[in-house]
């Protein structure tokens, strides 16, 4: 019964979509007041019916329902619950439910933030995004339904894959699918512009804050998959160039470059049709995400289950969506004057070429990603592109990204004499080349050119970052008091900084982890001691565990350092009942400095085991970086500007319209 | 107006492929070797630099040549299954080391069991690129003669064993007999 509702609920959300999509559309273009407001409505309506036909499969997992086909394949009684809430998006079918409810939960929440916004303006933008509501939402009915009934039922359920049984799989999926469906906002905003030919200043701060969120979602669920990767997969790597790994980062590049460029297209009302197509690119490249993952064009190691007529239909939406609004973009984008001129030395100059990287690094992974399709299709002899080519590319086209972004947060807008940019950062250039060459030696004794050149690439962020905001401190009026200046440096400011420091410090656990890591995969017999990088691992012995729904053997590891205890850590070697695959979980001690990681190989004979030792220097740093650029994504999308400017166009649509003068 | 239509051009594009690509199965490529020889190479063993294995030391009814890595994520996957097959149904396996590093490679046998009869060292990829490889792990079936019967890409599982290779191998088997 809870099954059907669910699937009455969702053909009713598509009902709501098809409204949502039409009838604010023919409003926008009658200059009919009513007809606009459909929009709001349906957008609550849709996400409401969402939202009760995910609570409806929820409620099928954790009442173990083996009547509905998806909950048998993907679920059992065994399974701890919050496990059982998790599975609902474990597979396919779940997993796009939770896609069109994120979608709707943006369009909700557009509907709610933005009743400030000309009636038109988001008529168009509801209207978009209740089209692509009906893409998603036929997809799931048509070939994906995940309430399907089973006759006769089961009588148990063939368990959650045991990958996925990890708490960071709780909160991967359903942040990344924000930030993916999150750049959904940005899109329909480009798209209504082109409609409507309007660009003004007023559209790209409404456009801004909701780019920025989806970029800190989509940073968040990027930083816990590569999480889970370390903590899940047992062998001490945290990102693998794997193609559903490039899918989720190649929308992070392009959003990355559509947060600046419109920085650009605010203050100096520039880069505006760059700005549209980056909204539509960073747009597509989540629906060509979704596509990769879900079609099985690619291998891959989180290889979900794949099917040809899935695949199709993502295709014929992705040429209907993307195609649709670049020829879109083709006949309006010319009508967008640009703004403001700027010299060749310019913040204008600094984000173009950022802008500029960024496009060509996610060109690349493109390319990569999708190099043995395109040789298999033009029917050439395949060639392997791994992880070899990714950091063969990626890093030359990072190192002048690094650079600039020293740069540009000081540079000025329009034009800025080179002597004067000059001036100001040759002492953080010797510093930052300095702590490159020092830190490394002084750390490991050891570095090589590339670890210098990296860690010296980190520094320069992080002071120069630093920099850019105490200047504003420092420099302040004698009359001014220092906590004044303090709190009168704008949130927007602090949040580029943040991201920037994040992006420094995320570089520092890189560029450490990667030169310094030390690792031994060897055999261990019961006592022996094994020394990595000066700490004595020894397995003290090996037990059987009886977990809710597996078997394990537990290694006991007693870690010192030169005598001192530091940790004892247990990982397991896990068999799941059901699916009965061998699962590793590693034993790690996490540490600001290092993560020491333990994994437990194959029994070898009666008191010896296959023993994997890894010493992981700065590792944590890569998701404290992560975790700062998401902060700073958020500092900067909380803008008191932006509230203002909601406030006064709230006031001025209210009331007299002679009263808009204040408008930040 | 024509700039604005590059990105729409080069979407085109993309999608023609992403079509194309859309009906041929990655894990089942037809390889333009299936029927044909094993292609000639002679290069050093993966355990002993100075001793050389050539094409013609692949012997047996049958054989299997297992591209592997390791730095390839999916072999760890599949490498218990290899075990299973050599140790357990006495299937012999060929390793084709495929762009690896020598002593990382041997200290991974030594970690998780060997499964292979031999290893080959193909450290630049050349041999690999002779034999069509797409990535790794990829496994072929040989006969006798050293032809190519069967080509699987992606993880060996022992579903896959029984389904796709024990039906090629009764073939290959029978056909030796008479």
């Keep these: 019964m809870v099954a059907e509702i669910g699937q009455f609920t969702l053909i009713i959300a598509l009902c709501l979509a098809i409204a949502q999509s039409t009838i604010p559309l023919i409003g926008a273009y009658r200059n009919n007041l009513s007809w606009m407001s459909v929009g709001r409505t349906a957008a609550s309506g849709q996400f409401l019916f969402l939202f009760i036909s995910f609570i409806c499969l929820t409620y099928c997992f ?23 809430i998790s599975a609902v998006w474990g597979a396919h079918e779940g997993s796009l439910l939770l896609w069109v409810l994120a979608l709707a939960a943006w369009g909700f929440a557009v509907s709610i933030f933005s009743r400030a916004l000309p009636a038109d303006m988001i008529a168009r933008v509801l209207a978009v995004m209740g089209m692509i509501g009906i893409g998603f939402i036929l997809f799931t009915l048509l070939t994906s339904n995940p309430f399907e009934r089973l006759f006769p039922a089961a009588i148990e359920g063939r368990d959650l894959n045991p990958l996925l049984q990890d708490p960071g799989l709780v909160i991967h999926p359903p942040m990344l699918y924000m930030g993916y469906v999150g750049f959904s906002v940005a899109f329909a905003f480009a798209i209504a512009a082109l409609l409507s030919g309007k660009m003004d200043s007023a559209w790209v701060r409404w456009s801004r804050p909701w780019a920025s969120i989806a970029w800190v979602f989509l940073t968040i669920g990027i930083g816990l998959g590569s999480w889970w990767a370390y903590h899940e997969l047992g062998w001490g790597g945290w990102w693998f160039w794997d193609p559903v790994e490039n899918a989720s980062f190649m929308p992070w590049l392009v959003g990355t470059a559509l947060i600046h460029s419109l920085a650009v297209t605010e203050k100096r009302s520039t880069f505006k049709s760059w700005t549209i197509l980056l909204s539509i690119m960073a747009f597509s490249l989540s629906l060509l995400g979704t596509f990769l993952v879900r079609s099985g064009v690619l291998v891959s190691v989180h290889s979900f289950a794949s099917d040809p007529a899935r695949g199709l239909y993502i295709l014929i939406f992705l040429a209907i969506v993307v195609g649709s609004s670049l020829t879109l973009y083709a006949w309006r984008a010319n009508q967008f004057t640009s703004g403001g001129r700027f010299d060749l030395i310019s913040k204008e100059t600094m984000l173009l070429i950022n802008n500029v ?23 050439l002899p395949k060639l392997s592109v791994g992880p070899p080519y990714f950091s063969a590319v990626f890093v030359p086209l990072m190192l002048p990204l690094v650079i600039l972004m020293g ?11 080179v002597k004067e940019l000059f001036g100001k950062l040759k002492v953080l250039l010797l510093l930052g080349v300095a702590l490159g060459i020092i830190l490394p030696l002084a750390i490991y004794r050891d570095t090589t050119v590339m670890t210098a050149v990296g860690i010296a690439a980190a520094a320069w962020a992080i002071l120069t970052a630093l920099y850019a905001v105490l200047r504003l401190v420092i420099k302040r009026d004698s009359s001014t008091s220092f906590a004044k200046a303090c709190s009168k440096i704008p949130r927007a400011m602090i949040g580029m900084v943040t991201a920037h420091v ?56 007693n870690v010192t350092k030169q005598g001192s205890p530091v940790a004892m850590l247990y990982p397991e070697k896990r068999v799941y009942t059901v699916q009965t695959n061998p699962m590793t979980e590693p034993g790690i001690q996490t540490g600001v400095f290092r993560d020491l990681y333990v994994s437990l190989g194959e029994p070898l004979n009666e008191n010896e085991w296959g023993f994997r030792i890894y010493y992981r220097p700065f590792i944590q740093w890569v998701w404290i970086g992560t975790l700062l650029m998401a902060l700073g994504g958020l500092l900067g999308a909380m803008d008191k500007r932006y509230r203002t400017l909601a406030k006064a166009e709230k006031k001025a649509t209210n009331s007299n319209p002679v009263t808009q003068t204040t408008s930040a | 107006m024509i700039r604005f239509l590059i990105p729409a051009f080069l979407f085109l594009v993309l999608t023609g492929f992403l079509f194309v690509g859309l009906y041929k199965d990655p894990s089942l490529i037809p390889s333009p070797l299936i029927g044909k020889p094993i292609p000639s190479f002679a290069t050093s063993t993966l355990r002993d ?67 292979y009869v031999v290893n080959i060292f193909d450290e630049n990829g050349r041999i690999g690129i002779d034999f069509g490889v797409y990535g790794a ?40 007999a008479k």
């Design chain 1, 502 to 557: 994040g992006i420094g410090i995320f570089i520092l656990g890189v560029v450490f982890t990667s030169s310094f890591s030390d690792q031994k995969e060897t055999s261990a017999k019961f006592g022996e001691e094994i020394e990595l990088a000066g700490y004595t691992f020894v397995l003290e012995s090996v037990s059987g565990v009886q977990g809710p729904n597996y078997q394990a053997m537990r290694g006991s590891v």
């Design chain 1, 407 to 417: 740069i540009g947060p000081i540079a000025k807008w329009r034009r800025v004499p």
């Design chain 1, 357 to 379: 990287l960024l496009v060509v690094a996610m060109i690349t992974i493109l390319v990569g990603t999708l190099y043995p399709l395109f040789l298999d299709a033009l029917g």
């Design chain 1, 62 to 84: 954790v009442t173990n329902d083996f009547s509905v086909l998806y909950v048998a394949n993907n679920s059992n009684t065994k399974l701890p619950v919050y496990y059982q």
């Design chain 2, 49 to 115: 630099p100075n001793k050389v294995i050539t094409d013609r030391d692949i012997q047996g009814d049958y054989a299997l040549i297992n591209v592997w890595a390791t730095w390839c994520a999916a072999c760890k996957q599949e490498h218990a299954a290899l075990v299973y097959l050599s140790e357990k149904l006495q299937v012999p396996i060929y390793g084709l080391n495929y762009k690896d590093d020598r002593a990382s490679a041997i200290n991974w046998l030594q970690q998780y069991g060997d499964p």
């Design chain 2, 137 to 176: 792990p990829e496994t072929f079936l040989v006969d006798s003669d050293g032809i190519i019967h069967h080509k699987l890409v992606g993880v060996m599982t022992p579903d896959i064993w029984e389904k796709q290779f024990v039906p090629k191998i009764q073939q290959i088997t029978s056909v030796a």
